[in-house]
């Protein structure tokens, strides 16, 4: 396969990520399926594209002629068979936990097309970890895109040992047919490039949080202020989810065992408390 012979792209997971993909590949002219398990999320997902497509024309940065066309090449469906048996590349942006994914593959690869590639958004879990839950391992890799998917350029395509040199080729192609830049990562490595870089300041300032010296707000001021990120740590976990930072320590300690892999006390308390962030209205700062 080539990237000119992709003309359906299906987005399995209607989340923040999901849409927010979706939207990109359609601007880039595919057809493009999105399909989740839950009604609310896909119809979030759509009034979305309908009020950001618009804005954008207001704003002069879109056409209204490829406003139309976009919205017009997204298609929503709780049916994932419906999303997927006509698509040439599949992009899973569900949750991230190991069951769920396993259990998502082994139904695309039984209802998408032989030919269709099937890639994982996840931002930690390797596609080995999910590709023996096909009969097409060869097809099947890791494409990692940034939050907010429709600002952020760099998309992280990941060769896994079963990946083969077509697929992932054909990854780094569509990637960049979606306006994005993409790396290559030849090797699998949990975390890939960037969160394995991120995680690492994360962890130190939830450390330093739960252990007293300084609050969430202090540490990110220090980081933006002598570091020069355009964001601290806390305020970005509050943009991508600290469920999704609970989700992705939990699934690495049940892997490892390793104490030291479990979320921190803070984690856990925010989540339990479901002060997720944003998408909640509440997290280490207050969006109500």
Not at 204 to 221: C, H, K, N
Not at 250 to 279: A, C, F, N
Request: aromatic share 8%.
């Amino acid at each position: 396969m080539k990237v000119e012979d992709i003309k359906k792209i299906s987005v399995v997971g209607a989340g923040n990520m999901g849409h927010q993909i979706a939207i990109s590949a359609a601007l880039a002219g595919y057809q493009v399926s999105v399909t989740d398990i839950s009604s609310g999320m896909l119809s979030q997902a759509e009034n979305f594209a309908k009020k950001y497509l618009p804005e954008r024309v207001t704003k002069g940065k879109l056409s209204q002629d490829i406003a139309e066309r976009t919205l017009a090449n997204l298609k929503f469906t709780l049916s994932l068979e419906e999303a997927v048996s006509d698509a040439d590349y599949v992009i899973e942006a569900a949750v991230e936990q190991l069951d769920v994914k396993r259990k998502l593959f082994t139904d695309i690869d039984r209802l998408a097309p032989s030919h269709a590639i099937l890639a994982t958004n996840s931002s930690f879990i390797v596609s080995s970890k999910v590709a023996d839950a096909t009969k097409r391992p060869d097809k099947v890799c890791n494409m990692h895109f940034f939050n907010p998917a429709l600002v952020m350029k760099l998309v992280e395509v990941v060769q896994g040992p079963h990946t083969s040199d077509e697929t992932a080729q054909v990854t780094v192609d569509l990637a960049e047919k979606m306006g994005k830049t993409p790396v290559w990562l030849k090797k699998e490595i949990y975390g890939f490039l960037v969160n394995r870089i991120l995680a690492a300041i994360t962890n130190e300032a939830v450390f330093l949080a739960d252990m007293g010296i300084a609050t969430p707000e202090e540490i990110d001021t220090a980081v933006t202020q002598a570091l020069g990120h355009p964001m601290g740590p806390f305020r970005l976990m509050d943009l991508t989810g600290i469920d999704l930072v609970y989700d992705i320590g939990m699934e690495r300690y049940q892997e490892t065992r390793d104490p030291k892999d479990k979320p921190s006390p803070l984690i856990v308390e925010k989540y339990v408390k479901k002060e997720w962030g944003k998408k909640t209205g509440r997290g280490f700062y207050s969006y109500e």
